[in-house]
């Protein structure tokens, strides 16, 4: 064995609960284990990458790692930590987003034939399809009792809760679902431990309890604590939405940004548990990051290695050339280089106004690119005593009131950038 899988996860900070017996059992052989994605959209977020490192953890420590995307149990949809039930997808919809998510799993998992542990991926639906209620009903729903069911703690939190809602009988029956899930891969994959979120313990052990009283068997149960962050608010979320592993929804720049801008307790915290390096290595970047703080090395190194795991090593560097632009010497040829979505993102909030490449062509005077035709400044004397000042820059040169605005400023096609002062900053759009 390669590694001691749960003392990894503990060192780590990423042990909750695991059940008794569980260490020997990874101890004693290569031991098969799943983990659940919901298919709630074509992408996970970084909420996901929790579990999806923790799956490449199990892999490196010589195990067998299997990512089970819930196309059945996305169509009920799990009650835990939820106040309301959600909305049911149809097929299609599921199809699409369990497309999706297979094809990010494949990512970080390796499921080469070659491989003495090779990591396995399946779809629930592919053993939930063609079982009726009454044969479910019968066949597993006897096994487990009402009273048992009702004890979960995502059972009571929504029963106690003041919601006039209530759980469907659909919610209710979801610990069932994933229990049963747990029986099948237990019987046709020998596998033997369910791992997940801390609010998944009530789920799991319904797995492990289904594989005890119906096929008589030993199943295991580990879960990770919920991430947050040190201020309380939740972990993978921005003021616009979540943050997505899909570039086309988070690009990389933005992506990047997010771990870069993590705060000192959080990517003490975060650097254990979305990066590979040993604990050797993490203790000597803390010690060097709480010498010399302002130079971020912490975040910087959390942010590369996270970014290249998700996005490859090409969006990366351009990830890391898009946050350093804004303070490089050779601004205007740096920029260029960037693609338009990339270059929106590092000007993502900043005021723009459309101005017509005739303009240019003519020759736009300073006064009235600052004033007139753009309002960035409120009048001609303001903009005239900015220029005085020499606090007026044109794609970060600075100029002056005898300069002239040409087709020659524009840079990526479309867009002059303007600057008075360093903190206030104008696009015009090139049309």
Not at 297 to 311: D, P, S
Request: include cysteine; proline fraction near 2%.
């Amino acid at each position: 064995m390669k590694t001691n899988f749960v003392a990894e996860m503990t060192w780590r900070g990423m042990l909750h609960d695991v059940m008794p017996g569980t260490e020997e059992q990874l101890l004693k052989e290569p031991t098969a284990a799943y983990i659940g994605f919901d298919p709630t959209a074509d992408s996970l977020h970084i909420g996901s990458l929790v579990q999806i490192v923790i799956l490449m953890h199990y892999q490196r420590a010589g195990h067998i790692p299997i990512a089970l995307v819930g196309g059945a149990t996305g169509m009920i949809g799990d009650p835990s930590g939820k106040s309301a039930e959600r909305n049911l997808l149809d097929e299609e919809a599921l199809a699409k987003n369990v497309a999706g998510i297979k094809e990010q799993l494949s990512r970080f998992l390796d499921f080469s034939e070659n491989s003495e542990n090779k990591a396995e991926l399946v779809n629930n639906y592919d053993w939930m399809k063609d079982f009726s209620f009454i044969e479910f009903a019968r066949d597993i729903g006897k096994h487990i009792t009402v009273n048992y069911m009702m004890a979960k703690d995502s059972v009571k939190k929504r029963l106690s809760s003041e919601s006039t809602v209530g759980m469907s009988f659909t919610e209710f029956t979801y610990q069932l679902f994933q229990g049963y899930d747990f029986l099948h891969l237990y019987r046709e994959k020998n596998c033997l431990l369910q791992l997940g979120g801390s609010d998944q313990w009530g789920n799991i052990t319904t797995g492990t309890e289904l594989v005890r009283r119906v096929a008589g068997g030993k199943a295991y149960a580990m879960t990770s604590p919920l991430l947050t962050k040190a201020d309380g608010t939740k972990f993978g979320k921005t003021e616009g939405g979540n943050v997505w592993l899909d570039k086309n929804r988070t690009s990389p720049y933005k992506f990047y940004q997010y771990w870069v801008n993590a705060t000192d307790e959080d990517a003490e915290n975060f650097i254990k548990i979305f990066t590979f390096l040993s604990q050797e290595e993490i203790s000597e970047l803390v010690l060097k990051h709480n010498e010399a703080p302002h130079l971020r090395l912490l975040q910087k190194t959390l942010a590369e290695h996270v970014t290249k795991m998700v996005h490859g090593q090409e969006d990366l560097d351009n990830a890391i050339k898009a946050s350093q632009v804004l303070f490089s010497k050779t601004f205007k040829n740096d920029i260029s280089q960037l693609d338009e979505a990339t270059f929106l993102d590092v000007f993502e909030g900043v005021s723009q106004t459309e101005i017509s490449k005739a303009k240019l062509e003519e020759g736009l005077d300073m006064i009235a690119a600052l004033s007139a035709e753009t309002n960035f400044l409120k009048s001609n004397g303001e903009a005239r005593r900015a220029l005085k000042a020499n606090s007026v820059a044109v794609n970060k040169e600075k100029v002056t009131e005898a300069y002239t605005l040409t087709t020659d400023d524009i840079i990526n096609d479309n867009y002059v950038i303007l600057n008075v002062g360093k903190k206030n900053t104008y696009i015009l759009k090139v049309s």
